[in-house]
């Protein structure tokens, strides 16, 4: 099933929808103000006072209704930042071994994701959400990177389309 990029919040811009998000799951339960350098960063690089413009308690609340990563008391998050990378590995793993001796597709990892012919785009995208669905049981979230021409130069990395799969 293709939804939308899972950081698209109405009226928040998605990179501090993404920054919060990383924050929350760093710290393992919500933020009671933005982190300086995140103020600073933003302030500098795009000019948004996020503690006047992007509040932190009223921004965290419009992304978890789009993004319920908190237990129910929103104190914390139900799985800590070591067992979700562990998670990832284990799914990025499974994903190599199920396209090399199943369909004989090469892949290489790059930190979080795989790199494979273009031809095997869309089977590589289905195996790992096969695999997340089967550790998870739920919604995982695929993005694509594809190499890109712009501007008469070649870019290695760019054009990232959302692509989401449930389990239902």
């Not at 590995?89 to 190599?96: A, D, Q, R």
């Not at 790199?115 to 919604?139: D, H, N, Q, W």
Request: proline share 5%; hydrophobic share 35%; charged share 30%.
């Amino acid at each position: 099933m293709e939804q939308d990029d899972p950081y698209e919040v109405h009226g928040i811009p998605r990179e501090i929808v993404k920054r919060w998000v990383n924050m929350t799951l760093d710290n393992g339960k919500r933020h009671r103000g933005w982190r300086k350098e995140v103020r600073e960063e933003f302030l500098t690089k795009h000019g948004i006072d996020l503690s006047k413009q992007y509040p932190i308690t009223k921004t965290g609340d419009a992304i978890l209704e789009r993004l319920p990563i908190l237990q129910e008391d929103g104190s914390s998050v139900a799985v800590g930042w070591g067992e979700r990378q562990f998670i990832e590995s284990e799914v990025l793993m499974e994903s190599m071994e199920v396209l090399a001796y199943d369909h004989d597709v090469p892949s290489l990892p790059i930190h979080d994701s795989l790199i494979v012919p273009r031809e095997a785009e869309a089977l590589a995208r289905e195996t790992m959400i096969e695999s997340f669905k089967a550790r998870l049981g739920g919604l995982s979230v695929i993005l694509c990177a594809r190499p890109y021409r712009w501007n008469g130069k070649d870019h290695r990395y760019g054009n990232r389309q959302g692509f989401t799969g449930s389990a239902s």
